[in-house]
């Protein structure tokens, strides 16, 4: 697995295979590229400093074990 940062795009980056990629699909601020298996081969999170900042304060709030949604 590869974890690279463009800061320029603010884009974090997430190789999980070198398979060549077929197609991607967007979910949100999350760009997942796949193989022609279907299998994740990249995921690129779109506004990554927002992304993990938001992530970081529902991980903090949620202080028991019960999940938080986030809105």
Do not use: C, Q
């Not at 699909?25 to 760009?31: A, D, F, R, W, Y």
């Not at 028991?64 to 809105?71: I, N, Q, R, S, Y």
Request: proline letters at 6%; charged letters at 30%.
């Amino acid at each position: 697995m590869k974890i690279s940062y463009n800061r320029k795009n603010d884009i974090l980056i997430y190789e999980v295979s070198e398979e060549p990629i077929d197609y991607a699909e967007e979910v949100g601020p999350i760009i997942v590229h796949f193989s022609k298996k279907g299998k994740p081969v990249l995921m690129e999170i779109l506004d990554a400093s927002e992304f993990l900042a938001e992530t970081s304060k529902i991980t903090m709030r949620a202080s028991d074990e019960t999940p938080v949604e986030a809105l």
